[in-house]
């Protein structure tokens, strides 16, 4: 009987731990190890184009006094907030219009089709961007028909906004969603029975009450145009140096991987000090 | 029936309009009728509502208590009649016109403000200065007991604390009216109980109504002045709760507060001036207080309840007397609930103390004599 016991609390447990398993495996392979082997790189040397074994500070030293590594961090910085804080606003009306004024089928339709850009990918509509902005392309010669002489607008400020709230816009559109159909109806009810009229629920009640999932889908969009190669490169033309883009130029001259390591760091800390600093405000209590 | 000055209500038909108009009542639902496509849900409902009255409007779910008070809220249109403030026709005004703050089922406390700045809403909406704004909002809260509170979040607090926080949230804007939507049917019996207390402590201090929506029979005989019965979109009956209690006005209201017997019954009037109904269940004598008012071959429901009948083990047949089944007993407390069935099915109930239960020696399923005085039982015109 004893046997029998042991047993089935054994293959209960062995149950137990093969459904856990993968979780801790996965991130042991992926991102633990991954972010030592990171983190070791980043104190190696490079001695004739040749990456070697080594422990020294030197490519920290370098990239942290470096002007142009902290031109870079500043302006990637503000470019991605920017994309953030525009994305968020520009979300901000759909979702509510989404939220509050669609029926449920409606709702779903629009909703799928914000879904929908995810299926091509981003760096086919960063391409069909450029052909929209690129010099005597079509937005360029609407304008000049008009009499407006736009000048190119590849490379500028504009393009990166355009494509990175391309990248982000969809997504952050949902979270607001979701978190705005989550509200508790009642809440705006007891506002409007509290003496608070239609213009100022708004800002009193529907925004605060969502604030959670506004905060939620900025983060993302920071991360995302944070990180992101793709629209630096192709509609900024490498002509506002970021920090991916510092990363790709780091490793191509002289196989500096460990330099580039110290960036790439560097971004990872700034994406997880920025996370933990917007969930505990979005959660904060008033 | 004094009570019935402070609340008229039309059970059925549309009543005249012409003078229902010169009503004085704080509050009055004129011909008020609520549907929903085809649905209704409000049928031509008539309230009057005295100022500084205790209500609790009741009835079973879907009975059309709680858009009654949506639609005073200003939470539902009214599909037709009128409902009037001091005189003021208010159908129009919108809900954060109107000045009914209500305490929710679900008390709605927005959990991004903390306690102080949920009691200041109201303030804050009505343009109250901030230094006013606080001072008013920790008065409020240390009158419902919650000093120290003032700064927590919503999340922090108990259900009973919560509880407080909604009522002073209303109550802060010191309002003429307050509506209650069951707001402690989330609470535990005990501290339910405890709040009812404190509510009706409030509503008499402050003077200002309190129209109450509950299914709750305690919630609404333990502190209301007036309990109105609701029942499809219609009022069956409005008084005192010891007018209903006795003297129900429908075998409706008879059969949803519980407790008592209900016999159909055909009356045949005696040579001496009493009263024989005849049921299938035998012929009873009826010498009480609506007596005068029966006609000869009148249909009548005969309510007599549970603590006017007795039993003893047994069958008979005398007049007053049925032979019944034990088929159930509930011990509440010192009491117990006997429920019975007659031979034609006919449910009894009972109520004995412990100890005269005890005396009687009763199982389920015993055949007893239940009776009572031909003085008790109530008779309603069916």
Not at chain 1, 117 to 120: G, I, M, R
Not at chain 2, 146 to 158: K, P, T, V, W
């Given at each position: 009987m004893t046997t029998l016991i042991s047993i089935r609390r054994l293959s209960r447990l062995a149950y137990g731990g093969l459904w856990s398993l993968p979780l801790p495996l996965w991130l042991a392979g992926f991102f633990l190890g991954p972010m030592i082997l990171l983190i070791w790189l980043s104190f190696w040397d490079v001695r004739n184009f040749l990456l070697t074994p080594d422990f020294q500070i030197e490519n920290w030293q370098k990239m942290l006094s470096a002007d142009y590594f902290w031109a870079a961090y500043l302006r990637t910085t503000l470019i991605a907030l920017s994309a953030a804080a525009l994305a968020s606003l520009i979300a901000l009306p759909c979702a509510l219009a989404i939220s509050f004024f669609l029926g449920l089928k409606a709702r779903m339709v629009v909703l799928g089709l914000f879904v929908v850009?995810?299926?091509?990918s981003y760096l086919v509509r960063i391409y069909s961007w450029q052909i929209y902005l690129t010099e005597n392309g079509i937005i360029m010669k609407t304008l000049a028909a008009i009499?407006?002489?736009?000048?190119?607008?590849?490379?500028t400020p504009f393009a990166l906004m355009i494509g990175l709230v391309t990248l982000t816009l969809p997504l952050v559109i949902v979270i607001q969603s979701i978190s705005m159909l989550s509200l508790d109806k009642t809440l705006i009810d007891a506002a409007y029975n509290l003496g608070c009229g239609p213009r100022r629920v708004l800002f009193a009640t529907v925004l605060p009450a969502v604030r959670p999932g506004i905060v939620l889908g900025a983060l993302f969009a920071f991360i995302f145009s944070f990180g992101d190669f793709v629209t630096a490169t192709y509609l900024g033309g490498g002509k506002f140096t970021t920090l991916s883009i510092l990363i790709a130029d780091t490793v191509k001259s002289g196989q500096q991987w460990p330099r580039a390591a110290v960036v790439a760091l560097v971004m990872i800390a700034t994406l997880l000090i920025s996370a933990l600093g917007a969930i505990s405000y979005a959660y904060r209590r008033a | 029936m004094n009570s019935l000055t402070d609340i008229t209500a039309a059970r059925t038909g549309a009543p005249n309009p012409g003078d229902k108009r010169m009503s004085h009542a704080h509050i009055s639902l004129q011909n008020i009728h609520k549907s929903y496509g085809e649905a209704l849900a409000v049928d031509r409902l008539d309230l009057d509502i005295e100022e500084g009255k205790f209500i609790a409007i009741m009835g079973p779910s879907g009975c059309g208590k709680s858009t009654m008070l949506r639609m005073l809220a200003g939470l539902e249109d009214v599909t037709s009649g009128d409902i009037m403030r001091e005189g003021q026709r208010i159908n129009d005004l919108a809900i954060w016109e109107r000045d009914m703050p209500m305490v929710w089922q679900s008390l709605a406390l927005f959990p991004f403000l903390t306690v102080r700045e949920n009691v200041e809403f109201g303030l804050r909406m009505k343009g109250v200065g901030g230094a006013e704004r606080r001072s008013r909002a920790l008065e409020w809260l240390g009158k419902l007991g919650?000093?120290?509170?003032?700064?927590?979040?919503?999340?922090?607090?108990?259900g009973g604390q919560r509880q407080r926080v909604a009522l002073a949230r209303c109550l802060v804007t010191e309002p003429s009216v307050l509506l209650l939507d069951?707001?402690?049917?989330?609470?535990d019996a005990h501290l339910s109980v405890q709040m009812q207390g404190e509510l009706k402590r409030l509503q008499r201090e402050l003077g200002i109504t309190f129209v109450y929506v509950t299914h709750s029979h305690s919630e609404a005989f333990s502190m209301a002045d007036t309990v109105v019965i609701m029942n499809q979109g219609r009022i069956e009956q409005a008084g005192s709760p010891e007018d209903i209690y006795l003297r129900p006005a429908t075998p409706f209201v008879a059969r949803f507060l519980g407790g008592s017997s209900i016999f159909d019954c055909k009356t045949r009037r005696r040579k001496n001036g009493e009263l024989t109904l005849e049921s299938t269940d035998g012929s009873f004598s009826y010498t009480g207080p609506e007596l005068v008012e029966q006609d000869e071959g009148d249909e009548v429901s005969l309510i007599v309840r549970a603590d006017q009948i007795s039993i003893a083990p047994g069958a008979g047949w005398a007049e007053n007397e049925v032979s019944a089944r034990v088929v159930g007993e509930e011990f509440v407390g010192a009491l117990v609930n006997l429920r019975l069935e007659t031979a034609a099915g006919t449910p009894i109930t009972v109520q004995l103390q412990q100890r005269d239960m005890q005396a009687l020696d009763i199982e389920v399923g015993a055949s007893v004599t239940a009776s009572w005085h031909p003085e008790d039982g109530h008779i309603i015109k069916t």
């Open positions: 850009p995810f299926f091509t009499g407006i002489d736009s000048g190119s607008l590849l490379n | 919650l000093e120290g509170y003032a700064n927590r979040g919503i999340d922090q607090l108990s069951e707001p402690l049917s989330a609470l």
